[in-house]
């Protein structure tokens, strides 16, 4: 069991309905971690066309996750 | 440099920063907000950004177009907040020695700034419903 935090950001923010939140997981990869959060919440936009961030550094779904770690969920982006 | 930004994008102010004894070609882009996206009569847009990313995956764009262009000189400004028709959005200015390396940099920049910063906007329609850009088929399931 992991203790993370994880964040929301826009459309994902609005769907859980808190900025963020500490959770317990059994996750070893960020896609772990968008999984449980989906499933929590259910936003059901694949992973795919979304972003994530570990610690505030730009990372891969297949990037592992540890204990303490801030996990930061971004739906598809559209700066511009 | 890139800079996020709740305030007022001035592009004449900041293209005077880019002078450069060097260049000959100065190209800049402004991104506007327009009153309709598919369809849709758009009153107003909100823009969210997670800035600490935003700024670092902004240098890095910035940094890539500068290897790829010689003696480039490139900034970037992007708003959050709420933004009314016709504001300016994000603005791309470059300079360069000829107008060519001029064109594909600012091209390039805008093009990566889209995909790959962590910014998001929200449309409020005239009908008073509102929706986030990219992400329809999300808000169809919600």
Redesign the interface.
């Known amino acids: 069991m992991k203790t993370l935090t994880v964040r929301y950001?826009?459309?994902f923010r609005e769907?859980a309905g808190i900025d963020e939140e500490n959770l317990s997981l059994e996750a070893e990869t960020a896609a772990d971690v968008f999984n449980a959060t989906r499933d929590r919440h259910?936003?059901?936009?694949p992973s795919g066309?979304c972003?994530v961030?570990i610690n505030?550094e730009?990372a891969d779904w297949n990037s592992p996750v540890s204990d303490g770690d801030t996990v930061?969920l971004?739906?598809?982006?559209?700066?511009? | 440099m890139i800079e996020i930004t709740t305030n007022e994008i001035r592009p004449d102010e900041l293209r005077a920063g880019l002078f450069d004894p060097g260049a000959g070609a100065y190209c800049g882009f402004e991104?506007w907000i327009r009153n309709v996206n598919e369809g849709h009569d758009v009153l107003r847009l909100e823009?969210?950004?997670?800035e600490?990313?935003?700024l670092?995956?902004g240098q890095k764009i910035l940094a890539e177009a500068r290897d790829r262009f010689p003696h480039l000189q490139a900034h970037c400004v992007?708003r959050t907040g709420m933004l009314e028709i016709g504001e300016c959005?994000?603005w791309v200015g470059v300079s360069a020695p000829h107008r060519d390396e001029a064109f594909q940099a600012c091209r390039y920049i805008?093009d990566q700034?889209?995909?790959?910063?962590?910014?998001?906007?929200?449309e409020h329609y005239a009908d008073g419903h509102s929706g986030?850009?990219?992400?329809e088929?999300?808000?169809k399931?919600?």
Not at chain 2, 113 to 122: D, G, Q, T, Y
């Open positions: 950001f826009a459309m769907h259910g936003s059901p936009e066309h972003k961030a505030d730009m930061l971004f739906p598809p982006v559209a700066g511009g | 991104g823009y969210e950004a997670y600490p990313l935003a670092t995956e992007h959005a994000v805008i700034l889209k995909v790959r910063l962590p910014i998001w906007k929200k986030w850009v990219n992400c088929r999300c808000a399931s919600a």
